[in-house]
């Protein structure tokens, strides 16, 4: 009996083309090589890119003779079923890599931090960045596979960081990929970084099954998403302006604070010292019954609070204060902390609402990303989520930050359901096209959960995730 593969309408020409290619290349059978060429009525759409590697075994429906390269590695890997990752993460400021194994064991853990950087422009500077990023990538890499004891051949797998993020900063991780990749003839998995700080809660916790809630806080992004399963999100909730993590970092900078360390820590340690009750700043968009998070009004508010002290608090650094001003500078952050965290609390506690009117199954809130290591904010979520009958789950501090880890081992979940894309040529141009996605939805809005202000920034967004996945599901018909 014969079978028709149908896929979806195509909705993206770049990856049709490489479709179409990929599929010329690899197939002889000239079944096979008329989905390449375009000659059923629905063009494939599967969006190929480094995370969603199309079912490729589903092409042997066409024709049993179909040659495709990657079939026989994909079953192998498999039935072997340890599969050894090196995982690339570079979308901002931090070049990490590390190696871990399908079993949860960490191989290796390396980081190089920008702090230096930071500290000196106030924040991230994406060119500075970029130049950071080149400088280091090569020896990153380099001992993350040494301090596993490995040699590049012995991988399974290459898994980096395509978006989002800064595509100046996604540029060098993504050509360091494909440069091992192709030279030890590896499979490559291109990576959500936000999918990537959720999923590794699954590394540290056996027990976190799907579905759960995920709130994932950092300098970048706040978002809630409800996770269905491997690569189907639906986001409950998201920033229309600025992230918590930055409200933290600009707060920091701006009472003088050391940044070398970070801002987010520099802040929480100083705000043990001041009384959270001391002003009255407002909690943001109480008026708005969703999920979204907006912190550009409270920094606004924290800006107004320093300027009325007359103390120019970010040329002054916090060491060179006397007793008063530094108690001035606490109880700013001990009160920018409490209303920065109670709206955290407050869009967690309605997310979870909905969450269990989607799937009643749900027992665990994932908090990760970089916030979620302030102390602070784990034990005000933890009230909240106990209060609503489901456990509280972080993953340990040093995986909150961006790490190689969370990009290995979200590499590894995909692989083994069969997304990944075959090995990049061992010699590529420099000046070669790469798939970089600095803005990329994880999943698609939540309806009640939509914000008009945030839907309107479409331009330059890359399909999300979920939509892809979904979309590269091919309908079979007999």
């Known amino acids: 009996m014969n079978s028709t593969v149908i896929f979806a309408p195509s909705q993206c020409t770049r990856f049709n083309c490489f479709l179409k290619n990929f599929f010329t290349r690899c197939c002889r059978n000239s079944s096979a090589r008329q989905i390449a060429q375009g000659r059923f009525s629905r063009m494939p759409l599967f969006l190929l890119h480094p995370t969603v590697h199309h079912r490729i075994q589903s092409i042997s429906a066409v024709s049993s ?3 495709v390269c990657f079939s026989s590695l994909q079953q192998s890997s498999r039935e072997e079923g340890d599969l050894i990752v090196l995982g690339i993460e570079t979308s901002c400021d931090d070049t990490a890599a590390a190696v871990v194994r399908s079993n949860g064991e960490i191989l290796s853990h390396v980081i190089c931090s920008q702090a230096e950087l930071l500290a000196r422009y106030g924040g991230v500077a994406p060119k500075m960045a970029e130049e950071a990023h080149a400088r280091v990538i090569d020896e990153v890499v380099q001992q993350a596979i040494e301090k596993a004891n490995l040699k590049e051949k012995d991988l399974s797998a290459v898994a980096v960081t395509i978006g989002p993020g800064l595509s100046l900063c996604l ?10 990749a192709g030279q030890f003839n590896l499979p490559i998995v291109g990576v959500h970084h936000m999918e990537a700080h959720a999923l590794v809660a ?3 916790e056996k027990d976190l099954k799907f579905p759960f809630l995920a ?3 950092s300098g970048g992004h706040n978002l809630l998403i409800l996770a269905h399963e491997l690569g189907h999100y639906v986001q409950l909730g998201t920033s229309i302006d600025d992230a918590i993590g930055e409200a933290y970092d600009k707060t920091a900078r701006w009472l003088g604070l050391d940044l070398r360390k970070g801002g987010g820590p520099a802040l929480e340690e100083l705000a043990t010292e001041g009384d959270a009750n001391s002003i009255k700043f407002s909690i943001p968009m109480r008026q708005h019954k969703d999920c ?13 609070a320093i300027e009325s002290t ?4 970010e040329n002054i650094p916090i060491s060179s204060t006397s007793p008063e001003d530094r108690k001035m500078r606490a109880d700013i952050a001990a009160s920018f902390q409490r209303v920065a965290v109670l709206h955290l609390e407050e869009r967690c506690e309605r997310a979870i609402e909905w969450a269990l009117n989607i799937e009643p199954a749900i027992k665990y ?3 990760s990303g970089g916030v979620a290591s302030n102390r602070y904010v784990r034990s005000r979520l933890d009230h909240i989520v106990t209060k609503n009958g489901l456990s509280l789950i972080c993953p340990p501090p040093s995986l909150c930050t961006d790490n190689g880890v969370m990009v290995a081992w979200t590499g590894i979940e995909h692989f083994s359901v069969g997304r990944f894309d075959p090995p990049p040529p061992a010699h590529e141009s420099e000046d070669s096209v790469l798939d970089l996605r600095p803005r990329w939805p994880l999943g698609d809005e939540y309806y009640p959960g939509r914000s008009e202000a945030r839907s309107l920034k479409t331009a330059r967004m890359h399909p999300s995730l979920t939509s892809i996945i979904q979309a590269s599901k091919p309908l079979t018909r007999s």
């Open 65 to 67: 003779s179909s040659d």
């Open 171 to 180: 540029r060098v991780g993504v050509q360091k990929a494909r440069k091992v």
């Open 202 to 204: 699954r590394l540290t």
């Open 215 to 217: 709130l994932l806080i």
């Open 292 to 304: 979204n998070f907006s912190y550009a009004g409270l920094k606004t508010q924290v800006r107004l």
């Open 310 to 313: 007359k103390i120019d608090m």
């Open 365 to 367: 809130l994932v908090v």
